[in-house]
């Protein structure tokens, strides 16, 4: 089995301004406080989880006003030296887009931009698999922008509808593992979408219900460790019997706003398989 050949490299950003503001998701409600002290501390046992498991983590410094600005998974798509940053579906999260864009501005990136009111949520609905980049669509990216991401990175885009409110990003569907393993979540997905996903992932791990409700395909793979939001036990043996590590690391608080690990985090060595 060869491993993914990316995920030991993250952009973060600490939680210093974390709360749920506004409602965008079914998961959050605003009259649920956010103790931010524990998010700040799951969010740094986050940190040295993955830094434990041999990734390098990088970090986005926190700004007010914006406080989704943690979830850096929808900052944009990374594609080697190309960053193309998001166009979010909801006002709310809109202006979060200048610091992104200013962070990969300054690293060094060139920036590609979508066309303007073509909507698309980043690596939140964009993972590359078997050769692809599968990019989720409808609750917040349009089908649209996948043919302009296609042109702008070169990658062949599979496009999966996404039909369940709960699972808005393609990461609380799908969760590539190495190059032939996923954790699937295949309710999140309408009939052809399923489809698709059967023919592109040779041995996938099917959450059942209340696995993918508490997240599970909102990982972070870094090599062989599986970094988890829960790892229901029958997750855990499959995971293990394929040889894989897998490493509970709650963020309770971020569950809150509708996010979980790999919301958190936006892999920054990916380099998209070209046509
Ligand atoms: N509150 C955020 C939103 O609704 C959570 C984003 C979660 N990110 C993700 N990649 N699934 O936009």
Redesign the pocket.
């Known amino acids: 089995m060869t491993e993914l050949s990316w995920g030991r490299r993250y952009l973060m950003c600490p939680p210093e301004h974390f709360g749920?503001l506004y409602e965008?998701?079914p998961?959050?409600h605003r009259e649920v406080a956010v103790d931010r002290d524990r998010a700040r501390e799951q969010w740094d046992r986050l940190v040295a989880t993955l830094e434990a498991a041999g990734a390098v983590v990088e970090l986005l410094p926190a700004q007010p006003d914006v406080?989704?600005l943690v979830?850096t998974?929808?900052a944009g798509l990374v594609d080697g030296d190309v960053f193309v940053p998001s166009r979010?579906r909801?006002p709310e999260?809109q202006p979060e887009v200048p610091y992104d864009r200013a962070w990969f501005e300054e690293h060094g990136w060139r920036i590609e931009e979508l066309p303007e009111g073509v909507s698309h949520?980043?690596?939140?609905?964009a993972l590359p698999f078997g050769g692809v980049l599968v990019s989720g669509y409808r609750l917040?990216s349009d089908a649209a922008s996948h043919a302009y991401l296609s042109r702008l990175t070169g990658a062949a885009v599979r496009s999966v509808e996404l039909v369940d409110e709960r699972f808005?990003?393609l990461?609380?569907t799908f969760c590539p593992l190495d190059d032939r393993r996923a954790i699937v979540n295949p309710a999140g997905w309408d009939d052809y979408g399923r489809r698709v996903m059967e023919a592109l992932v040779p041995e996938p791990l099917v959450l059942e219900a209340d696995e993918a409700l508490a997240f599970c395909a909102?990982s972070v793979v870094v090599g062989r460790v599986v970094v988890m939001p829960a790892l229901p036990p029958r997750v855990g043996r499959q995971l293990e019997a394929w040889g894989f590590e897998p490493v509970e690391c709650r963020v309770d608080e971020f569950l809150k706003?509708?996010?979980?690990c790999?919301?958190l985090t936006l892999a920054l060595d990916v380099t998209l398989p070209s046509t």
């Open positions: 749920v965008i998701n998961w959050m406080p989704d979830f998974a929808n979010f909801h999260r949520e980043g690596a939140g609905d917040r808005y990003h990461d609380l909102n706003a509708g996010g979980g790999r919301c």
